[in-house]
């Protein structure tokens, strides 16, 4: 994630059925994040990830095999 200043973000997990499997909220630094998130408990499928703080949110979609 790469954060124009210092913040917070919060990361959801949902499956296609909109149901938040995984949530996190983790402080970021001024610049590049690196942020592991542990999906291994999920079964294969696609997913959502929606990351979002105080100015906005942005919205994948992931593939776990």
């Known amino acids: 994630i790469n ?3 210092a913040n917070y973000a919060t990361i959801e997990v949902s ?6 499997v995984y949530t996190t909220n ?4 001024l610049g590049n994040n690196d942020i592991q998130l542990d999906l291994a408990y999920l079964e294969a499928g ?3 990830v929606r990351i979002s703080n105080e100015t ?5 979609s992931v593939q776990i095999k």
């Open 46 to 48: 696609q997913y959502v």
């Open 3 to 5: 954060s124009i200043d």
């Open 26 to 29: 983790n402080d970021l630094i």
């Open 15 to 20: 499956n296609l059925l909109g149901q938040v």
């Open 56 to 60: 906005g949110s942005s919205t994948s």
